[in-house]
């Protein structure tokens, strides 16, 4: 008789209706409990200067900067729930805000009808209209954008400077990983020895 193996059922995008399915662009970090997986400090603050330049979700000139070589829309787009700790990012479409604001006011709400997932405010209840919308990023328009001089005088990294990012990261890997190989050496030899001094 062959054993029955029960399959580990994923989550799916919404718990019922047409979206209740899996989807290939559902990553599997937003069901994992990581909170930045991927994402060095450098990088997460390369987001931010990016965005409070170029805008909320407009990854087409976020990738064409160059700045986050390597780096998808959705991968940035996950990383920005993350920073403004909330999942809807519709509200801030277009506009040139510090997310980390956004974040640090929304790490402060609590209530019974908030709910949160890896630390970010989930949706619930129904979906906006496009005027609700258009009226919430008026509003945080006008409490929350920076000032287009400011914006404008943001420097982000050259290409070869995001490389040189991305060797160093490599270099500090390989690093790790040596010295992971070289205590597990170590250990391995530790083990002989004393096998050796057993059977004498």
């Known amino acids: 008789m062959t ?5 580990t059922k994923k989550p799916q995008s919404m718990p019922t ?4 399915v899996l989807r290939s662009n559902d990553s599997a970090s937003l069901w994992n409990c990581t909170l930045s997986p991927g994402w060095s400090r450098d990088e997460c603050d390369i987001l931010r200067k990016a965005l409070m330049k170029y805008g909320i979700g407009n990854w087409a000139q976020i990738i064409g900067s160059n700045c986050l070589p390597g780096k998808t ?9 993350r920073m403004l700790g909330q999942q809807s990012t519709a509200e801030f479409a277009g506009l040139h805000i510090d997310p980390l604001v956004i974040g640090e006011k929304n790490s402060k709400i609590q209530g019974l009808n908030i709910k949160r ?3 970010c405010i989930v949706n619930t209840g129904n979906r906006p209209s496009r005027e609700e919308i258009k009226r919430r990023i008026q509003k945080n328009k006008e409490l929350f954008e920076i000032p287009e001089e400011e914006w404008n005088k943001i420097e982000l990294p050259k290409p070869e400077d995001s490389q040189e990012i991305i060797t160093n990261e490599l270099n500090e890997s390989s690093s790790i990983k040596e010295e992971v190989n070289s205590d597990n050496a170590k250990q391995r030899r530790s083990t002989r020895k004393s096998k050796k001094t057993r059977r004498s």
Request: aromatic share 0%; hydrophobic share 30%.
């Open 73 to 81: 829309n959705a991968q940035m787009n996950l990383q920005l729930q």
């Open 17 to 20: 209706g047409p979206r209740n």
């Open 117 to 119: 997932k890896n630390n």
């Open 3 to 7: 054993p029955i193996i029960e399959e």
